[in-house]
């Protein structure tokens, strides 16, 4: 892939270990266990953000923004529009900061992430059913209740919250040679790829896209961000229709690869991941580990691979289908 021209409008090594500082206390460091039969080989290792507190990787980039935020700001609350688990992260984050919260979820949203959202004490608004008619809806209520608005993706501080994983597999994996990251709007390659590049640059980064939602693909193949017109997969949490700017610059700028990966494919990998490396994860946290393994033998000499759980909120009835092959 073409390298963008310059980094100097990227999230900064320094944005991200000073995330990694004002995170501390809210943000869990999660494990990164081998997925092979000798932990100690080189092959697929998993990065566990599926056991993050709010059972995903998003209140990384959550809290690091909110805990940006002046007093006036918070004390007038903050809103966002998220498939799920970025609205999650927000109002556990807002609720240990004491802060209102209200989040735009698309009306086709999962209960187990509108109860989870509920459950940290934020307001629920539904608002059609992609990413920019939520969006637009809490711009809306956002200027209309003068509240500050949180993007799931599309931020700096967002980002360079998500680039502290990259720090964490790095300490803990020194020899990693891939890592493999599932791509919605982008926050999370764009900033592990942005952690990673700066302190090992050979380590290859690739991002994995559901084939009925390959925003980012087309975006990088016509060279600027695009527009899908639809998107469909079992991954609610990879359909954004359209990358951020800032992510597609990060993107094109860093990350080595992305490709797609097939609702049959992360399926099969959800259970793989429950039968054989006891982990639960909901088919968007599995997208990653099903592109990995139809790339790496589990078992290899070749180097050590990571791929990235990056969410656990599925219900039991949904987990229970997708075990049985529904």
Not at 66 to 88: K, M, P
Not at 166 to 192: K, R
Not at 264 to 284: G, N, T
């Amino acid at each position: 892939m073409t390298r963008a021209a310059g980094t100097r409008s990227l999230v900064s090594l320094d944005d991200i270990t000073a995330a990694a500082s004002r995170i501390a206390g809210i943000a869990r460091r999660t494990p990164l266990l081998s997925a092979t039969t000798d932990p100690n080989r080189a092959g697929l290792w998993l990065k566990c953000e599926n056991l993050q507190l709010t059972g995903a990787f998003k209140i990384r980039g959550a809290a690091n923004m909110l805990r940006q935020l002046d007093r006036e700001a918070l004390a007038r609350g903050v809103i966002t529009y998220s498939s799920g688990n970025h609205g999650q992260a927000m109002a556990c984050t807002a609720r240990l900061l004491g802060v209102p919260a209200v989040v735009v979820m698309p009306t086709t949203a999962p209960s187990v992430k509108v109860d989870g959202a509920r459950s940290y004490g934020a307001e629920v608004v539904f608002a059609g059913t992609t990413t920019i008619e939520r969006q637009l809806e809490a711009e809306r209520i956002g200027a209309e209740r003068g509240m500050t608005m949180i993007p799931p993706f599309d931020h700096p501080w967002v980002i360079a919250g998500q680039g502290t994983i990259g720090l964490e597999i790095l300490e803990a994996l020194p020899d990693v040679e891939a890592i493999y990251l599932p791509v919605g709007g982008g926050g999370l390659v764009s900033g592990v790829a942005a952690a990673v590049k700066r302190l090992q640059p050979a380590v290859r980064i690739i991002g994995v896209e559901p084939a009925g939602a390959p925003k980012m693909t087309r975006s990088l193949a016509a060279g600027h961000p695009i527009t899908l017109d639809t998107t469909s997969s079992i991954a609610d949490g990879l359909l954004a229709v359209r990358p951020a700017d800032i992510t597609f610059s990060h993107v094109a700028a860093l990350v080595d690869q992305v490709v797609t990966v097939s609702d049959e494919e992360i399926a099969e990998s959800v259970v793989w991941l429950a039968r054989e490396a006891h982990q639960v994860v909901e088919p968007s946290g599995a997208a990653a580990v099903a592109a990995a393994r139809a790339r790496h033998p589990l078992d290899t000499d070749a180097g050590y691979v990571v791929a990235l759980l990056s969410g656990g909120n599925v219900s039991p009835d949904r987990l229970s289908q997708i075990l049985a092959g529904l």
